[in-house]
């Protein structure tokens, strides 16, 4: 909210479009790139679709786009909020599963990326299929992409404080979401200068009604988690599993399918908590590296905020588009099906999520 009201997703927004707005399909990229830049800073799947939906959904439909592709392509790319770091389930897993939460975070990189180039070939196709926002061709200047860059340099700036401070010690991941407070407080009062201190009441009664939504969602699949503890399901399915095979290819695809499904009716943190203890141990005498396991759980789980009945990220886009589950969920399957391929990548070519924290030497 903080960062919508003071211009900093509004200028982040301005430097995608002069990067890719001239393309086919070139509003919908921006905002999935957009997207990835706003992941560095909010590490939430909700809060991404919240903070660039709210912008870029109306925008998309003015320029020609139909509204359920527009809300169905936000609830998905709002969903790399969590697989770039800082990414609030990273820490979940991270903490359930003793695995650093640093190594997770620069695991997550190039997966993020991936998986929103494939949304962005959705995009290209999809436009020079139906045409959309094809009333508004642009061209490409490297003088537009200066001037917005130096524009949003102080919105470019701040997930290189947040995550170089987490990278360099000076403070926690949790310690950063404080940090990025105020810095998005002081960029938009005193920088920008768009933003009022009468302005902080409403904001912060909007963050507390998405933060109420998430939470009735939360509070319903603890009992639903609960309730699967101790009927001993997850424990059921694993010993399941190792009776299909041992290979380890299969066991990730078995592991992956369950987690697609778990997606669809479990909230992420939940299913993290609930399976985590489960899989780990199970995946790691099989020889996968518990950072790999990490980032495909994460995103897997990703997956899960934008599929009924339970996508957190769904109910958003909806919600900024005043549009029904269902037509949103017409749109939604060429890019899920994009997201799946990603997903696939990213589970069978293990340096696409290690090569990274090989290289800084977190693994």
Same mark, same amino acid.
């Given at each position: 909210?903080?960062?919508?009201?003071?211009?900093?997703?509004?200028?982040?927004?301005?430097?995608?479009? /002069?990067?890719?707005?001239?393309?086919?399909?070139?509003?919908?990229?921006?905002?999935?790139?957009?997207?990835?830049?706003?992941?560095?800073?909010?590490?939430?799947?909700?809060?991404?679709?919240?903070?660039?939906?709210?912008?870029?959904?109306?925008?998309?439909v003015n320029a020609g786009?139909?509204?359920?592709?527009?809300?169905?392509?936000?609830?998905?790319?709002?969903?790399?909020?969590?697989?770039?770091?800082?990414?609030?389930?990273?820490?979940?897993?991270?903490?359930?599963?003793?695995?650093?939460?640093?190594?997770?975070?620069?695991?997550?990189?190039?997966?993020?990326?991936?998986?929103?180039?494939?949304?962005?070939?959705?995009?290209?196709?999809?436009?020079?299929?139906?045409?959309?926002?094809?009333?508004?061709?642009?061209?490409?200047?490297?003088?537009?992409?200066?001037?917005?860059?130096?524009d949003a340099f102080w919105?470019?700036?701040?997930?290189?404080?947040?995550?170089?401070?987490?990278?360099?010690?000076?403070?926690?991941?949790?310690?950063?979401?404080?940090?990025?407070?105020?810095?998005?407080?002081?960029?938009?009062?005193?920088?920008?200068?768009?933003?009022?201190?009468?302005?902080?009441?409403?904001?912060?009664?909007?963050?507390?009604?998405?933060?109420?939504?998430?939470?009735?969602?939360?509070?319903? /699949? /603890?009992?639903?988690?609960?309730?699967?503890?101790?009927?001993?399901?997850?424990?059921?399915?694993?010993?399941?599993?190792?009776?299909?095979s041992n290979n380890k290819?299969?066991?990730?695809?078995?592991?992956?399918?369950?987690?697609?499904?778990?997606?669809?009716?479990?909230?992420?943190?939940?299913?993290?908590?609930?399976?985590?203890?489960?899989?780990?141990?199970?995946?790691?005498?099989?020889?996968?590296?518990?950072?790999?396991?990490?980032?495909?759980?994460?995103?897997?789980?990703?997956?899960?905020?934008?599929?009924?009945?339970?996508?957190?990220?769904?109910?958003?886009?909806?919600?900024? /588009?005043?549009?029904?589950?269902?037509?949103?969920?017409?749109?939604?399957?060429?890019?899920?099906?994009?997201?799946?391929?990603?997903?696939?990548?990213?589970?069978?070519?293990?340096?696409?999520?290690?090569?990274?924290?090989?290289?800084?030497?977190?693994?």
């Amino acid at each position: 909210n903080l960062m919508q009201g003071g211009g900093i997703s509004r200028r982040l927004i301005k430097f995608c479009d /002069a990067l890719l707005g001239w393309l086919p399909g070139g509003l919908g990229m921006v905002a999935v790139l957009t997207c990835m830049f706003f992941a560095a800073i909010s590490g939430s799947g909700p809060a991404t679709v919240a903070a660039i939906g709210g912008l870029m959904i109306p925008e998309m439909v003015n320029a020609g786009y139909d509204k359920a592709f527009s809300a169905a392509l936000l609830s998905v790319a709002g969903a790399i909020g969590v697989i770039i770091p800082p990414s609030i389930p990273m820490v979940n897993f991270g903490v359930a599963g003793s695995v650093s939460i640093a190594s997770l975070f620069a695991a997550g990189f190039l997966p993020g990326i991936l998986v929103g180039i494939s949304l962005m070939i959705v995009c290209y196709f999809s436009a020079k299929k139906h045409g959309y926002g094809m009333q508004e061709v642009k061209h490409f200047s490297w003088k537009e992409v200066g001037k917005s860059f130096i524009d949003a340099f102080w919105a470019l700036l701040m997930p290189i404080i947040i995550l170089g401070g987490i990278y360099g010690g000076v403070f926690t991941p949790t310690e950063a979401a404080g940090v990025s407070v105020i810095y998005g407080f002081v960029v938009g009062v005193f920088i920008y200068k768009e933003m009022k201190i009468r302005d902080l009441v409403p904001m912060l009664m909007s963050a507390a009604k998405s933060t109420a939504m998430v939470m009735m969602i939360i509070a319903a /699949a /603890a009992g639903f988690g609960w309730i699967l503890t101790s009927e001993r399901i997850p424990d059921a399915i694993a010993s399941a599993m190792l009776t299909v095979s041992n290979n380890k290819y299969v066991i990730l695809l078995l592991i992956n399918l369950l987690l697609l499904f778990v997606g669809c009716i479990m909230e992420t943190t939940a299913s993290i908590i609930i399976l985590t203890p489960i899989f780990l141990p199970m995946v790691t005498q099989l020889g996968v590296n518990p950072i790999h396991f990490g980032l495909i759980m994460v995103v897997n789980l990703a997956i899960g905020m934008s599929t009924p009945p339970l996508g957190v990220n769904l109910f958003v886009s909806c919600g900024i /588009a005043k549009i029904s589950i269902e037509e949103n969920a017409r749109q939604l399957v060429k890019f899920l099906a994009a997201n799946i391929v990603a997903l696939l990548l990213i589970t069978y070519i293990e340096p696409i999520a290690m090569i990274i924290p090989r290289m800084m030497g977190l693994a």
